[in-house]
């Protein structure tokens, strides 16, 4: 009998873990729902083995006006969800989160990891919505509904939206690009993928922090990304002074070249879910984008 999946969403996470899945010769049944409108509160969720919770509002607006929205999708929708789930008997409930919850990435130049220690501060409402959603749900959480939280770091893959984009651009068409000694934890959407996976096989509850194995700095991840593509890049220091008076006027600068990584210790797991490397990842993403 396969397990029965169910997705909330439609973007990038949702569409890759139902292909991901889609690959086990009918093992799991998965659909995607919306929940834009009102329908999938009346909608049965019976039957289902596991939700995985997907839907929200990326960051892309700090506009304050926006705050309000950004609670009741990210947090109050997040939350019904989970209870509908728990009560029609569904036995998991997955939530994706972010590392947005420690805060933003720190300072250029400076260092920032996230260890089993390390104090969830979110620095704005975003980070504050997921926070507080997760905490609503693992309220919920007892011997009979398993809660999982998924506090990723930035998520690529082939038709990946957001800053990943950005940096390919800058591998295919500059000479030259800065050189900063930042550390970023990253995970390839495959391997989240196959996290995903082995937390629905084992039906795990809890706070879980994915990742790929190796952490890079934004530095050399440009020039992985230019070979990859058949060009070399030249890295350099001069550009680091400008960098450093450009931080004051906007937050792009420490978000690109600002450290942000997860102790390794923590994103450890049962099983292997790293199914691709660095080299393999960044190849494969640029071959079917």
Not at 75 to 80: I, M
Not at 183 to 190: G, L, N
Not at 196 to 210: A, Q
Request: charge should be positive.
């Amino acid at each position: 009998m396969s397990t029965k999946i169910l997705i909330t969403g439609h973007g990038f996470v949702a569409r890759s873990l139902a292909a991901w899945l889609s690959r086990f010769d009918g093992r799991y049944d998965c659909r995607l729902i919306s929940l834009r409108n009102t329908e999938w509160r009346s909608a049965p969720w019976q039957g289902y083995d596991t939700v995985v919770h997907t839907a929200g509002i990326a960051h892309v607006s700090l506009d304050p006006a926006m705050e309000g929205e950004y609670m009741r999708v990210n947090r109050d929708l997040a939350v019904e969800a989970a209870r509908k789930a728990r009560d029609e008997g569904v036995k998991q409930f997955i939530f994706m989160s972010s590392v947005i919850v420690y805060g933003d990435s720190a300072p250029l130049g400076k260092d920032k990891q996230i260890t089993a220690q390390t104090v969830p501060a979110p620095s704005n409402f975003y980070g504050r919505s997921k926070l507080e959603a997760e905490a609503g749900i693992r309220a919920l959480a007892s011997p009979d509904f398993a809660a999982a939280v998924v506090r990723s770091p930035m998520i690529y893959g082939p038709g990946c939206k957001g800053n990943f984009p950005l940096l390919v651009k800058c591998a295919r068409t500059l000479p030259v690009f800065p050189l900063a000694d930042n550390v970023r934890s990253m995970i390839f959407i495959d391997n989240l993928c196959e996290f995903l996976r082995l937390l629905i096989e084992n039906r795990d509850s809890g706070i879980f922090w994915p990742q790929n194995a190796e952490p890079v700095s934004t530095s050399r991840l440009v020039v992985r990304l230019a070979q990859a593509q058949g060009r070399n890049i030249r890295l350099t220091r001069v550009f680091n002074p400008a960098l450093r008076v450009m931080r004051r006027f906007t937050p792009l600068i420490d978000k690109a070249f600002g450290s942000l990584h997860i102790d390794r210790r923590l994103s450890e797991y049962r099983q292997d879910y790293r199914v691709a490397g660095l080299e393999q990842s960044l190849r494969e993403t640029l071959e079917r984008r």
